[in-house]
Each structure stands twice: as C-alpha cells, then as structure tokens.
C-alpha cells in the first residue's frame, strides 16, 4: 500500500505543481498590470477588506475540512448534513456582515468599504459551495481535477481582473474578478466530484457532532493562525494611510507569491500522505526531516535572491513609485524564508490527531504578535517587517518545544540542523552579497539584478559545499535528476 501512496504523492507533486505555477504567474501578471492602473489605496483596501471576509471563512469552516480529511470512511449521510451546516453557517454569516459593514467603514475610516464588503461578501458564499468536494478531491488524490478547476477560475479571474481594470472600475476590478474566479473554481470542484461523492438533500445534525469534535481545535487554530497572520494590515490598517498600507500588501503579496506556490504543494499532498503513516512513527520522523530540509533547501536560495534585489524587482514589477518598500520587501522574504521550514507541521498535526497543539501554539503566536507588530508600527513599515522577521526567528524554539518534540519525540539540535546550515549559508552570502552589491557598475535594472543574483548564488552554493554537505548532496541529487528527465525527453 506504501508503494502505491508514494506513486500518488508522485503524482500529487506533479499536478500541484503545475497548477500552483500557473496560479502564481496568472496572479503575479494581474497585480502588474493592475499596478498601472489602480491607485495604491486601492490596494490597501481591498487589503482590508480581504480580511474582514477571509476572518469570517474561519468561522464557516468550523475545521470540517480537516476532520473530512482525517476521518477515512464517511457516509453519504454524514458528507451531506456536514456539507449543508457549512452553508447555512455561511448564509448566517454573510448576513452578519451586511449588517456589521458601515461599523467597519467607520473603524478604518474608509466609506467606500460599506460597498466594498458587502460586494466582495459573496465569495464567502461561493467559496462554502466548493469548499469540501475540493477537499474530498484532494484527499483522494485527485489532483488533477483539482488542477483542471482552478486553472480555469485563475485564468477567469486575470482576464476579468484586467479588462475591468482597463475600462476604468478600479477598486471594484479586484472585487468582480474574486467573484468570478470563485464561481469558477467551484462549479468545476462540484461537477468533477459529482459522480464520486454527490451532495444529496439531507440533513442530519447529529451526523455532524463527530467532524465537529475532531475539527474544534483545528477550526481554533485557523482562527488564531488568521489573526496572527493579518494582524500587521489590521495594524498598519489603524495607524498608516491607505497609500502605505497598499505599498506594504503589495510586498507582502509578492513574498507570498512564492510562499504560496511551494509550501500549499507541500501542504496538501503531504497531508493525505502523512495519515498514511500516523501509525508508523519512526518512518513519520524519518519522512518529516527530509521533509524540512527539502524545503530549505528550495525556499532559502528563493528569498535571499527576493531580499538582495528587493529595488529591482518592486521596480521591475510594479515601477518606480514603488521601490519605497524595499525594505519591507527585504525583512518580509526573510521572515518567510525561516516560516517556510515549519509549513510540513500542519500536515503533521492533522496526520497524529494532534490539532490541539496547534491551537496551543497558535494562542500563544497571538499574544505576542500584535504587540511586536504594534511596537514595530510606530516608527513606519519598515520596522513592521523587522520586527516580524526577528519574530520569525524567536519562534523556532518555542513551537519545537509545543508541537513537535510532542507529536514525533524529536530533538531540537536534530530539528535545527535540517535548515540549520542552510539559513547560515543564506545570510551569510546575502550580507557579502550586499556589501559587493556597491562595487557593481550602474547597468540596467534587469542586468543590476542578474548580476546581483549569480555573484549571491555562488556564495550560497560555495558555502553550502562546505558547512552543508548532505544539502550539497541533494542539490547535486536534483540536478542529475533534471538533466535525466531533460534527457528522457
């Protein structure tokens, strides 16, 4: 049975792969060129809003998608009445804001919210729609469905995106595009699962009692991880104007870009696939290391390029105006850089049955990131992304010490020292990388980040050949394994 689950997590990486690739570049050309004809508040309040909405996908959610994919064997009575008490919520819900939005125009002194959020409300509904037969695809490996539903919406939305820009309707561009992305993607997830798991008309809430019980903590620890998440826009949205917050999203956003393309691959095949093995603990352990180092690995090289040419690429990307924020763009690659490392964690909590740890941890993440994050606000943005890199940093121990030494009896050095060497290679070459970065002659932007990227790469492949040889090894391991697959054909 191994051996089959390894061909489809083959397989899942494949697809995932592909569809995140081809997500990231669609999303990655809209905010270009809605960068040209958008204001930079607009930016930050859709910002705002976003979150005011992706807060209340929590509370629908009620980690019925995790207890979905934790539990193996599920009836049709049971998919049903959990599939409906996700609509109703989200019907509740969305009625909850229409009314709450004027008080949320009012707070972040912004009218044109009101519109905004009722508007952009409408996915909540959509998304609760789609949301478990994705889930259920996703479990059983089905990611090539998963890849042909949401190539579709990205490639609905862009388009929308830009043309509306286009005719002239600003914020409401990025509004109208959301909507249609999501009614895409979940036509597509309710037809491909159809014939495998058809939502029938039942409803029985005790059917619901044992995905509550398993989703509780999981459905807390969203929540919390949502909070902490967004906490430095709900921040920066109080203190910083509208034009600040939207130079601020849109380095962040292309941070995440990236983040978002590697480490949900990583997520969602290696969560059905680490269930598998929730009762083989050394090969879990075994399996979670390679894991982590696997990331670095990728992640690491990735974000120190991001960091070295942060006025280049806001230049490159979105254009002049906006260099301003490179060194937001600088602290917030480097923070996800070392965030990356812990993304297989999740995987592993839903995999053990241990999503209580992750609501601990996550509480104690809460109560100590809006300070830092509020402290850091007050002298500007950049501080903000400071504070949150060395935050990233401070973390590393503590959730060792609350989720994984409980979950698979790893030890600490043994944990740091699969990303360990790899983050000291990192900043090590990006600090020379920086102080060479003077001596290079004024050339065009393209050429100045080239040259910047090949000298800063150099030395992190030097320095990983010497203080890092089992990663040296994978990098050559990875190399003859592109050339082979380049060779085949």
């Not at 009218?111 to 037969?133: D, E, F, H, K, Q």
């Not at 398993?214 to 998440?229: H, N, P, Q, R």
């Not at 929730?278 to 696997?294: A, Y």
């Not at 020379?432 to 290079?440: D, E, K, Q």
Request: some cysteine.
């Amino acid at each position: 049975m191994l051996g089959v689950s390894q061909n489809k997590v083959a397989s899942g990486l494949r697809w995932s792969t592909g569809n995140k690739i081809l997500t990231s570049l669609f999303g990655l050309l809209q905010i270009v060129v809605l960068t040209r004809y958008l204001e930079k508040s607009a930016f930050g309040e859709m910002a705002i809003a976003f979150i005011v909405i992706n807060f209340t996908h929590v509370f629908v959610d009620m980690g019925f998608t995790s207890a979905v994919m934790h539990k193996q064997d599920i009836t049709s009575r049971q998919y049903a009445s959990v599939y409906w008490m996700s609509v109703m919520v989200s019907i509740l819900l969305y009625g909850c804001l229409t009314i709450l939005s004027p008080l949320i125009a009012i707070f972040y002194t912004a009218p044109s919210l009101t519109a905004v959020v009722r508007v952009l409300g409408l996915n909540l509904l959509l998304i609760t729609v789609g949301r478990l037969p994705r889930t259920l695809l996703q479990k059983h490996f089905r990611f090539k469905e998963i890849f042909i539903g949401e190539t579709l919406s990205v490639v609905a939305g862009t388009v929308s995106a830009i043309f509306l820009a286009i005719r002239g309707y600003g914020i409401y561009s990025l509004v109208y595009s959301t909507l249609v992305k999501t009614l895409v993607s979940t036509i597509c997830f309710l037809l491909l699962d159809h014939k495998h798991h058809p939502v029938t008309f039942q409803f029985y809430p005790h059917e619901t009692k044992p995905f509550l019980r398993v989703g509780m903590f999981a459905s807390g620890t969203s929540l919390l991880d949502f909070i902490s998440e967004e906490i430095d826009v709900m921040v920066l949205g109080v203190v910083l104007s509208s034009n600040t917050i939207g130079i601020y999203v849109l380095c962040k956003e292309l941070v995440l870009r990236f983040f978002r393309l590697v480490n949900p691959i990583i997520h969602s095949v290696l969560q059905p696939y680490f269930s598998l093995l929730q009762k083989e603990n050394k090969i879990l352990k075994v399996t979670f290391m390679k894991v982590v180092r696997g990331v670095a690995l990728i992640n690491f090289p990735v974000y120190m390029l991001m960091a070295l040419g942060a006025k280049e690429i806001l230049s490159i990307f979105y254009g002049v105006p906006y260099e301003q924020g490179q060194y937001v763009l600088c602290f917030l690659a480097l923070a996800h850089a070392v965030q990356s490392v812990g993304a297989p964690v999740g995987a592993l909590q839903i995999a053990t049955g241990r999503t209580d740890l992750g609501f601990y941890w996550t509480i104690f993440r809460v109560c100590i990131t809006p300070i830092v994050i509020y402290i850091g606000s007050l002298y500007g943005m950049n501080m903000v992304a400071a504070a949150y890199f060395v935050l990233c940093l401070f973390y590393q121990y503590p959730a060792w010490r609350m989720m994984i030494k409980k979950m698979i009896a790893m030890d600490f050095i043994s944990y740091l020292m699969c990303y360990g060497r790899s983050f000291v290679a990192m900043i090590i070459a990006l600090g020379i990388g920086f102080g060479l970065s003077f001596a290079i002659p004024t050339l065009a932007i393209g050429w100045q980040l080239v040259c910047k990227s090949v000298i800063v790469m150099t030395l992190y492949l030097t320095l990983i050949f010497f203080i890092d040889r089992v990663s040296w090894r994978e990098y050559i391991k990875w190399g003859k394994q592109l050339l082979s697959f380049r060779s085949k054909r």
